[in-house]
């Protein structure tokens, strides 16, 4: 990989980030400062904006793997990562849902559920079906395609979060999932 390939990809090895630098260029950490990779972790303390960057930054790069990584595990089954996260979505209702509920649900624009959808459908994985009580309302319902692909989902991303976890232990895997639960459901107080 040439320097160029390796400035223009944030996941490259040997790429150095501004979060890696200890200081910006031609600036030297001030006495008694401490730098971004020795910063202390404690919240509100003294370099914890810079330990936060960086622990930010490692998520982000987490987040680009874990996207590689499943979106490989999910190419034999013919289907992206966002359609997969529409169908599993369809299939979490009780009831075929409408257009509007998966946007809300997914929390995206009602145009993006149309291009998804239209994807699904042509695939035969859903349907449009008219509401019963409403036949002004399209619901979406999955197809016997659907379900079965739904299986297939299963086991690809049984393997894809096989692949990211690998390097963890069980004991570790436990607390990680503590940890993502509080970030992702931070309660009333915490969240968006």
Known sequence: MSTTDRTSDPDA????SEADAPGRAGEADAPGRASE??????????????ADGLLAEQLLRLTRRLHRIQKRHLEPVGITPAQSRLLRTVAAFGEPPRMADLAARLEVVPRAVTSLVDGLEAAGRVRRAPDPVNRRVI?????DAGRATLRELRS??????EDI???????QREVLGGLLTALVDPGPEGGC
């Open 139 to 143: 619901r979406i319902e999955l197809t």
């Open 37 to 50: 990779a020795g910063a202390p972790g404690r919240a509100g303390g003294p370099g914890a904006s810079d």
């Open 156 to 161: 690809a991303r049984r393997a894809a979060a």
């Open 13 to 16: 090895p040997g790429r150095a």
């Open 165 to 171: 976890l690998a390097p963890l232990t069980a004991e």
